[in-house]
């Protein structure tokens, strides 16, 4: 089991805004576990604190921009990129200002700072959101989309179009996070030569300059615009006949743009709040889209907070029946377990199948058949019991009982033909012959029954 990480210690950045143009600082804190992502502005009374959401996302042009009340956060894409990709799960992010450095365009800095501080493992478990089905997302006004595919692991595909004779096509792709420091963190933002000044006539990039963003220039101007457009940027005068690139520093890579559209996914999807197992497939995204699609994210995991284990009929067993009777002693009726498909250090997954022969249909109810919750929530101690007693030695010679069993929930009926999957984790380390455990059950995707308990281990007389 994959467990969350934080930061081994903090570290510090210090640059200007991209927008605001002011000189800010930005300190990455370790947090504890199941703290998240969470940004507080030190500049403002009462230093107020912020949580990283898709939900509170006010505004996507030329940036992503937090907003929960009087508190404002933009430009925050660059170091949330860094901190999913580098697999940080929870940090504490200060900030003396609306918004973080923009740096040199890209999340190399911030990566060079993990790597540096290192990372602390924490002793709860990452979850992640597992995509099953095909899921998509098109805006048709502007011919953007994005389709998540399953997979097992995260990995995107990106395809950046624009009506450019210097950046067309082009396609990016990362396959591993492990390879995102390397193949991903360098690639700067960029912009048109033509967008600059509607940019700053509405109060927009007054930070930006050569050295933190790829500024191409593809639409001739004539030469007085140029060199105006060059003094309020504050940078020297060049040819305006001369097309390209307009930068200090040379492209990283042929397709930094479409590397730098990836970077600013993984930032923006950062927000949906855990990770995600799935294959991303982007065209001409951008944070309004990647924004949308976060949301769609959130909506889809608020309806199943808690997923359902993969099932596949077709997978032999971890044990079946009779490996499971050398474990229990429970016998017809009472063996409400029939095979165990997945077993890990402190979980286990198992599968009832419910049929119309059970001998508690005849009379729970005759006609109208459900399986009693009773019955759902022994099934669950039955495979809990079975997670114990695999971990300890002569297991036939010991037997579980329930002691406590607590926040029990019935969600749905549970009738003949469903199958009914459980996964059982441990609360805590087993002590002094006391187990306490989590039980989830579903019915396909659908959670159907849930129940916390406590289970004493004893040696059989």
């Known amino acids: 089991m994959i467990k969350q990480q934080t930061l081994n210690g903090?570290?510090?950045?210090?640059?200007?805004?991209?927008?605001?143009?002011?000189?800010?600082?930005?300190?990455?804190?370790?947090?504890?576990?199941?703290?998240?992502?969470?940004?507080?502005r030190t500049d403002l009374e009462g230093q107020p604190t912020i949580e990283v959401n898709a939900d509170l996302v006010a505004q996507t042009n030329r940036g992503t921009v937090i907003v929960k009340g009087d508190i404002r956060i933009s430009t925050v894409e660059h170091g949330l990129a860094a901190l999913f990709a580098m697999g940080i799960d929870n940090c504490l992010?200060?900030?003396?200002?609306?918004?973080?450095?923009i740096l040199d365009g890209s999340a190399k800095l911030y990566v060079?700072?993990?790597?540096?501080?290192?990372?602390?493992?924490?002793?709860?478990?990452?979850?992640?959101?597992?995509?099953?089905?095909?899921?998509?997302?098109?805006?048709?006004?502007?011919g953007s989309s994005i389709i998540v595919l399953p997979d097992d692991k995260?990995?995107?595909?990106?395809?950046?179009?624009?009506?450019?004779?210097?950046?067309n096509n082009q396609f990016a792709t990362l396959e591993d996070m492990k390879d995102f420091g390397t193949e991903i963190a360098s690639a700067r933002t960029f912009v048109f030569v033509h967008e600059i000044e509607p940019l700053l006539n509405a109060g927009l990039v007054k930070g930006g300059d050569l050295d933190n963003a790829i500024v191409i220039y593809e639409r001739q101007l004539d030469q007085a615009k140029f060199d105006n457009l060059a003094d309020i940027m504050n940078v020297e005068h060049q040819s305006a006949t001369k097309m390209g690139y307009l930068n200090h520093k040379p492209l990283v890579w042929s397709n930094e743009c479409a590397r730098h559209k990836l970077l600013d996914i993984i930032g923006d999807l950062a927000l949906i709040g855990k990770p995600i197992k799935g294959r991303i497939i982007a065209t001409r995204p951008g944070h309004t889209i990647n924004n949308k699609f976060a949301r769609?994210?959130?909506?889809?995991?608020?309806?199943h907070d808690v997923q359902a284990p993969a099932y596949d009929i077709d997978t032999p067993p971890v044990m079946d029946v009779n490996q499971i009777r050398h474990l229990l002693p429970h016998r017809y009726?009472?063996?409400?377990?029939?095979?165990?498909?997945e077993i890990g250090g402190d979980y286990i997954v198992g599968v009832k199948q419910v049929t119309s022969n059970e001998p508690f249909f005849q009379g729970h109810f005759p006609q109208e058949p459900v399986m009693p919750g009773v019955l759902q929530i022994e099934a669950a101690a039955q495979i809990g019991g079975l997670l114990v007693l695999s971990s300890v030695a002569e297991p036939e010679s010991y037997s579980t009982y329930f002691m406590k069993i607590d926040n029990v929930k019935f969600r749905k009926k549970v009738v003949p033909g469903d199958t009914l999957v459980y996964r059982v984790s441990m609360i805590s380390p087993v002590r002094r012959g006391i187990a306490?455990?989590?039980?989830?059950?579903?019915?396909?995707?659908?959670?159907?029954?849930?129940?916390?308990f406590m289970a004493q281990i004893a040696k059989n007389k």
């Open 436 to 452: 306490s455990m989590q039980a989830y059950a579903f019915v396909g995707e659908n959670c159907v029954a849930e129940a916390t």
């Open 296 to 303: 769609l994210m959130r909506k889809k995991m608020r309806k």
């Open 10 to 40: 903090a570290f510090t950045l210090s640059g200007k805004g991209l927008h605001t143009g002011l000189e800010l600082d930005v300190t990455f804190n370790p947090a504890p576990e199941n703290h998240g992502y969470k940004i507080q």
């Open 93 to 101: 992010i200060q900030v003396n200002g609306p918004e973080f450095p």
């Open 112 to 142: 060079q700072q993990i790597e540096s501080v290192g990372f602390k493992e924490q002793n709860s478990p990452r979850t992640y959101y597992e995509i099953k089905h095909k899921i998509e997302f098109r805006d048709e006004e502007t």
């Open 333 to 341: 009726p009472f063996q409400l377990v029939d095979k165990i498909i």
């Open 154 to 167: 995260f990995s995107l595909n990106v395809m950046v179009s624009y009506d450019s004779e210097i950046i």
